[in-house]
């Protein structure tokens, strides 16, 4: 059993849609949880950081963290094709000198 | 603009050589990382470092060294090259718990 399970995907959705993608993970020691957008052939880039439970909200994307349930979540609204890409969720402690476990990541192909 | 560099975009080596793969960040970062990604199965730690001279063994170490005589470099050493070390591979950095800072990749092919 991994420590952090991300939906497989793949997604492929209309433009102008709304997009959740979730993970869940098993370790309640996670407090820092993150994603990250990779394109084709780049490295993945930090697209929103949380720390603990709750929602964060930036332009179209937002990040909810639900530590009860063990559950992260994010969803973009209004998608677009320059979304389309592979989204990883990522967790982290705060005694384990930054390192964190990835998600295996969901391809989204948002279509015009 | 924060960056980190890694020296090779695409590489082709032959089975048995030794290989470097070289990365430098320009953040003044305690943490860099490598990870290998292959398809089905997602970012996979290699070696980490938190400080210099410091490297700590992730979770596929077989096959790899590291060096870090500085701060914003961090190296990873393939000591005898083979073809199932093919592989996409990463290096990052971050502060102590802050997101990671990647580099654009290394695609590596052992032949």
């Known amino acids: 059993q991994k420590e952090v399970e991300q939906d497989p995907g793949p997604l492929s959705v209309p433009e102008g849609a709304i997009v959740s993608l979730n993970c869940t993970y098993s370790?309640?020691?996670?407090?820092?949880f993150m994603w990250y957008r990779q394109y084709s052939r780049k490295g993945p880039e930090l697209l929103m950081y949380t720390y603990s439970s709750g929602n964060k909200e930036d332009g179209r994307f937002t990040a909810q963290v639900d530590k009860s349930s063990k559950y992260i979540s994010l969803f973009i609204r209004d998608s677009q094709p320059s979304d389309s890409a592979t989204y990883l969720c990522a967790m982290g402690t705060n005694t384990n000198a930054g390192k964190s476990t990835f998600g295996d990541g969901t391809t989204l192909t948002v279509k015009p | 603009d924060v960056k980190v560099t890694q020296s090779s975009r695409y590489l082709v080596k032959r089975t048995g050589e030794k290989v470097f793969l070289e990365c430098v960040q320009d953040m003044d970062h305690e943490n860099m990382f490598w990870y290998r990604q292959d398809p089905g199965l997602g970012l996979r730690l290699i070696y980490f470092s938190y400080d210099v001279k410091m490297k700590e063994k992730g979770d596929i170490p077989e096959g790899y060294s590291v060096s870090r005589e500085k701060k914003e470099r961090f190296s990873l050493i393939l000591e005898s090259a083979s073809t199932n070390q093919t592989s996409m591979y990463l290096c990052?950095?971050?502060?102590?718990?802050?997101?990671?800072?990647f580099g654009s990749g290394t695609r590596l092919t052992v032949v």
């Open positions: 990052a950095s971050s502060l102590r718990e802050f997101g990671y800072t």
């Open positions: 370790n309640s020691a996670f407090q820092y």
